[in-house]
């Protein structure tokens, strides 16, 4: 995939110049960041790292990408209501990763004493990458799904205007007009919306689950504005400040400071550092009350690297999603190789083969938030010193995904515009909401897909 940017990256003076003019636009936009200095506080901010020039994506990819995000939604809620798939893909991950191992107790606990909720919303994001393959060709390949706290749907609104204003400064207004309209906090809005609606409390507030240092706020407060805009009160709160003050009544309705909560959606909770005894007495409190939540922790298992894997084998799409051969194709088309580390012949060989081929492999641990995967001859190391341990069934191991590079001009605060190799991915958010009465498991059903 050629850029089209080349000769406009060699002139070094007009960089300078259009890195100056695209980082105030960026600023004027809302593009922002609190600094790593005062993660707690507005008084100072910056803007969020971006690239000077957009990434150019096959329009043939991107479709791909946006028609099969409705049949991840629909392959998401499937897997989240199925508790014997949950139980039994996470059966051996739970031996060995604490943090997993916690998220499912909570889901048992909720399942035996009954699950109160009635309206179930996800917010998700589909990863992927274009493979380049060797005939000169690119093809859509899923990196992951994420179904807990799927970020930068706010920042993502606001870049666009600033990607158009640079090359309108160029004067290049036919390419301007190319880049997509792109307003994927007001989607996800609207399906908090539709799942505040649907609980049937006029008067009961949004709960958004916040970090105290929270640098991506302004991510979130463009969906709270969103919300705000319906009429649609947020609060934010701690995992610390729910323990302390939440509360459920005698039909497990939630109250957090004396007000009612129809929604309860999470920004924080997706890795173990984020909890403390405290913090998981709060989680289950949550899990156990009939509010909406984004997600509830079955979704969030659903979105964990070992179900990723367990749903590439042969017979699994079909069996949670009968009936949909078509929706099973557009799935499986994506699915790049995903391999069981779990103890026996199968692990076995997949670790004999990342070893004699690291390159063409990548390690992943059930962790979300990035950074964690392992390549090369460090992903070399770990499997040696996991080959004979069960804590190998904590990883899956994925194959590596290909893209071609392509030049772009980095912007990041405290660093010199410079031009580097880069390779992108495209995230597609999804919303779905589902209802259902205490009778019948599903009632009505909602979704939408968002660029």
């Known amino acids: 995939m050629a850029t089209g940017w080349g000769s406009l990256l060699q002139d070094e003076q007009q960089l300078e110049e259009l890195a100056r003019q695209a980082v105030d636009r960026a600023l004027a936009e809302g593009v922002l960041l609190r600094t790593s200095q005062e993660p707690s506080s507005s008084e100072v901010v910056s803007y969020a790292p971006f690239?000077?020039?957009?990434?150019?994506?096959?329009?043939?990819?991107?479709?791909?990408?946006?028609?099969?995000?409705?049949?991840?939604?629909?392959?998401?809620?499937?897997?989240?209501?199925?508790?014997?798939?949950?139980?039994?893909?996470?059966?051996?991950?739970?031996?060995?990763?604490?943090?997993?191992?916690?998220?499912?107790?909570?889901?048992?606990?909720?399942?035996?004493?009954?699950?109160?909720?009635?309206?179930?919303?996800?917010?998700?994001?589909?990863?992927?990458?274009?493979?380049?393959?060797?005939?000169?060709?690119?093809?859509?390949?899923?990196?992951?799904?994420?179904?807990?706290?799927?970020?930068?749907?706010?920042?993502?609104?606001?870049?666009?205007?600033?990607?158009?204003?640079?090359?309108?400064?160029?004067?290049?207004?036919?390419?301007?007009?190319?880049?997509?309209?792109?307003?994927?906090?007001?989607g996800l809005a609207m399906g908090i919306?539709?799942?505040?609606?649907?609980?049937?409390?006029?008067?009961?507030?949004?709960?958004?689950?916040?970090?105290?240092?929270?640098?991506?706020?302004?991510?979130?407060?463009?969906?709270?504005?969103?919300?705000?805009?319906?009429?649609?009160?947020?609060?934010?709160?701690?995992?610390?400040?729910?323990?302390?003050?939440?509360?459920?009544?005698?039909?497990?309705?939630?109250?957090?400071?004396?007000?009612?909560?129809?929604?309860?959606?999470?920004?924080?909770?997706?890795?173990?550092?984020?909890?403390?005894?405290?913090?998981?007495?709060?989680?289950?409190?949550?899990?156990?009350?009939?509010?909406?939540?984004?997600?509830?922790?079955?979704?969030?298992?659903?979105?964990?690297?070992?179900?990723q894997q367990e749903l590439s084998r042969v017979g699994v799409l079909e069996v949670l999603l009968p009936d949909q051969p078509e929706a099973v194709a557009r799935l499986r088309a994506t699915f790049a190789g995903l391999y069981s580390l779990d103890m026996g012949e199968e692990g076995d060989q997949a670790i004999a083969e990342a070893i004699a081929a690291p390159s063409h492999f990548v390690l992943k641990p059930q962790r979300e938030g990035g950074g964690n995967n392992l390549y090369g001859e460090e992903m070399v190391q770990a499997l040696e010193r996991l080959k004979d341990s069960e804590e190998r069934a904590s990883y899956i191991l994925m194959e590596k995904i290909e893209p071609e590079p392509f030049e772009n001009c980095l912007l990041r605060p405290g660093s010199p515009a410079r031009v580097v190799r880069c390779i992108s991915e495209l995230g597609i958010f999804g919303v779905y909401v589902r209802q259902r009465t205490q009778d019948l498991p599903t009632s009505q059903g909602y979704q939408m897909k968002l660029r």
């Open 51 to 186: 690239t000077l020039f957009p990434s150019l994506v096959p329009s043939a990819l991107l479709e791909q990408a946006y028609a099969v995000q409705m049949d991840f939604n629909l392959l998401v809620d499937a897997v989240s209501q199925n508790a014997s798939f949950l139980e039994q893909t996470l059966s051996s991950t739970i031996k060995r990763d604490n943090f997993t191992a916690r998220l499912f107790d909570i889901h048992k606990q909720v399942l035996k004493e009954g699950i109160a909720q009635t309206v179930f919303l996800g917010l998700n994001r589909s990863d992927y990458m274009f493979q380049h393959n060797a005939d000169g060709s690119s093809a859509l390949k899923q990196i992951e799904i994420n179904t807990i706290s799927a970020s930068f749907g706010g920042l993502a609104s606001r870049t666009p205007a600033v990607h158009r204003h640079v090359l309108n400064v160029l004067s290049k207004t036919k390419e301007a007009a190319k880049i997509l309209s792109n307003n994927p906090s007001k």
């Open 193 to 307: 919306a539709k799942a505040w609606e649907l609980y049937g409390s006029a008067n009961a507030l949004v709960l958004l689950v916040a970090q105290e240092k929270e640098r991506n706020i302004f991510d979130q407060r463009a969906i709270e504005n969103e919300l705000l805009a319906r009429n649609i009160h947020v609060i934010r709160r701690r995992f610390e400040d729910i323990s302390e003050k939440g509360s459920l009544d005698q039909d497990r309705k939630l109250f957090m400071d004396g007000q009612e909560v129809a929604v309860v959606y999470f920004r924080d909770g997706y890795i173990p550092s984020q909890y403390s005894l405290q913090n998981w007495e709060a989680r289950l409190l949550l899990e156990r009350s009939r509010a909406v939540k984004c997600p509830d922790i079955a979704t969030q298992l659903a979105g964990t690297k070992k179900v």
